[in-house]
């Protein structure tokens, strides 16, 4: 028996087991999905006081549309998915502003998201992170805008493949790679500008 098919059976074992009244259930499943689901809200909620009440959100949704869950990907996939879309539409509903690039006005997260969901074409993954997640690197991180920061953690600390976060966020994978690129070449513009290169 191979991983996924271990992990289908878990999952369609504790839900089915959720929805026949065992809590104890429910809390194997967030204990298993609350990393995912903390670092997505960590990374695209700048309030931190509002990241707590958002998490319990993310976990009533989740409990309230468990018998909707169709097993076709994943339950921590489907649960990140339902974590990234709270978050966004709590970045929407509270009209934050996203910095432009090279000087442009700020946009709102739901123009900046359209304006850079598949509008690239060509497949830009060529350029891998040659250092390790040093301090500096985690520090820039938390300065890019929330979908980039998001993105590079799901794909390098949480190291979900490309269909995964396509299932998660929606966006295509050829997006999510040219995200990813795009998330990489402000890291390294970020670090050359702000530190020599000799302390890198």
């Known amino acids: 028996m191979n991983s996924e098919t271990e992990n289908y059976l878990e999952d369609r074992s ?20 609350e990393g995912l689901v903390a ?5 695209m909620i700048p309030n931190a006081y509002d990241r707590k009440d958002i998490a319990q959100d993310i976990y009533l949704k989740v409990f309230n549309r ?3 869950f169709r ?12 974590a ?29 998201h359209n304006r850079l969901k598949g509008a690239f074409a060509h497949d830009a993954e060529t350029t891998v992170f040659k250092k390790e997640l040093s301090g500096i690197l985690r520090d820039e991180i938390e300065k890019l805008p929330p979908v980039y920061k998001t993105l590079v953690s799901l794909y390098h600390q949480q190291e979900l493949s490309y269909d995964e976060i396509n299932q998660i966020t929606g966006l295509p994978a050829g997006t999510v790679k040219n995200y990813l690129f795009r998330a990489r070449k402000l890291l390294k513009e970020n670090i050359l500008g702000s530190y020599k290169k000799d302390d890198l």
Do not use: R
């Open 84 to 112: 990234y879309n709270t978050c966004l539409h709590y970045l929407e509903k509270k009209k934050l502003v996203l910095p432009g690039n090279n000087g442009e006005e700020g946009e709102t997260l739901n123009t900046y």
């Open 39 to 43: 670092m997505i809200v960590f990374k």
């Open 66 to 68: 468990l018998s909707g």
């Open 14 to 33: 504790l839900v089915t087991k959720v929805l026949g009244g065992d809590n104890y259930a429910f809390g194997i499943i967030i204990k298993n999905t």
């Open 71 to 82: 097993f076709q990907c994943k339950l921590s996939t489907w649960i990140g998915q339902i």
